[in-house]
């Protein structure tokens, strides 16, 4: 068990342009989730999926955001034409099945600067 | 609508002294309730959970917290404070698919 892993660890981009996270969760963990959190802040919910099916997806996440999950392991986040308001930290996180009980184990995040 | 409200947004302890950091939430059924921990340039990292039984919960790093549905409350505490323990700490109830955070609270330790 290697924990939750994105990559990269920091993204610094300009405004206008594309960019694609990735998160390796946890081996045989159903669930994967996505957060943002904002300087400052705590972490926001952006999206779920179990398996590869994504199940819900918040109202943060707006048109220029896509994520997937293609073979229920792996999961990419986009975020097209880049906004300056785009800067935060993107965490992934994994849990076994997505009881309300279990823990989401969080990987380090994505750091995301929008020039 | 679920919320988690952390009312220090600094806290400042001396090493060897005891800490607490408060957490309310609001949420309409039963709260399951967390406590991470996130280091600079770390992932958060659970301390602690409560979501039935005993309302005094045991976690790492000698970390505790205590659930009181009267108040709609989760605070942590801990006796005696390392300098290891400077950090951000977080509140958060998932009321179903999703965890939702407080703002945290930011621990800082002075020697």
């Known amino acids: 068990d290697t924990g939750v892993s994105q990559n990269p660890r920091h993204k610094i981009t300009k405004r206008g342009q594309n960019v694609t996270f990735r998160c390796d969760p946890i081996s045989e963990h159903n669930r994967l989730y996505w957060y943002r959190q904002t300087l400052g802040q705590g972490p926001e919910f952006l999206t779920y999926?179990?398996?590869?099916?994504?199940?819900?997806k918040s109202r943060l996440l707006s048109d220029r955001f896509s994520a997937e999950r293609p073979k229920g392991s792996f999961s990419t986040l986009e975020i097209q034409r880049t906004e300056q308001g785009d800067s935060a930290m993107y965490l992934c996180?994994?849990?076994?099945?997505?009881?309300?009980?279990?823990?989401?184990?969080f990987g380090p995040g994505t750091r995301l600067l929008v020039l | 609508a679920q919320s988690v409200t952390q009312p220090d947004i600094h806290i400042t302890v001396s090493e060897g002294a005891s800490l607490e950091l408060r957490c309310n939430y609001s949420y309409g059924a039963t709260p399951y309730l967390f406590w991470y921990v996130q280091s600079p340039g770390q992932g958060l990292q659970l301390l602690l959970k409560?979501?039935?039984?005993?309302?005094l919960v045991q976690g790492i790093k000698g970390f505790e917290a205590e659930f009181k549905r009267s108040q709609s409350s989760f605070n942590l505490r801990k006796p005696s404070v390392h300098w290891s323990d400077a950090a951000e700490y977080f509140c958060a109830l998932n009321a179903g698919n999703m965890l939702t955070f407080g703002g945290g609270t930011r621990l800082m330790v002075k020697p």
């Open positions: 999926f179990q398996n590869e099916a994504q199940l819900e």
């Open positions: 409560y979501f039935s039984g005993d309302t």
């Open positions: 996180a994994s849990s076994p099945r997505g009881s309300q009980t279990e823990t989401q184990y």
